[in-house]
C-alpha cells in the first residue's frame, strides 16, 4: 500500500545562533560588557541573515533581536561604567 498523499513537510528549527546572542547578551548585561556583548551582536546578526535566508525553515528572529539590543545595552554600560569611574 503506498503512502498517503500530502503531509506538512519538516518543522522548522530554530536557530542556534540567535539562541546564543540572546544568552551572551544576557551575561554580558549582566557581568562581562563587552567580552560578552561584541559577540552577542555579531551572532545576531548572521542569525538575522541566516533566518531570512531559509524561507521558513528556521525560526527565532525574536531571540536575534533581543541579543541585539542586550548586546547593545552591554556595550553602552561597560562605556559609560568605564568613563565614569575614569573620570573621578
Known amino acids: 500500500m503506498p503512502p498517503a498523499p500530502g503531509g506538512y513537510g519538516a518543522?522548522?528549527?530554530q536557530n542556534k545562533k540567535a539562541l546564543w546572542s540572546m544568552i551572551l547578551g544576557i551575561v554580558g548585561l549582566l557581568c562581562c560588557g563587552i567580552l560578552?556583548?561584541?559577540?552577542?551582536l555579531v551572532?545576531?546578526?548572521q542569525a538575522k541573515k541566516e533566518i531570512q535566508a531559509s524561507n521558513g525553515q528556521s525560526t527565532g528572529s525574536g531571540m536575534?533581536?533581543?541579543g541585539l539590543v542586550l548586546g547593545i545595552l552591554s556595550i553602552v554600560s561597560t562605556v559609560i561604567s568605564v568613563i565614569y569611574y575614569t573620570s573621578t
Open 43 to 45: 551572532l545576531s546578526n
Open 11 to 13: 518543522a522548522p528549527q
Open 64 to 66: 536575534a533581536t533581543a
Open 36 to 40: 560578552a556583548g561584541i559577540p552577542a
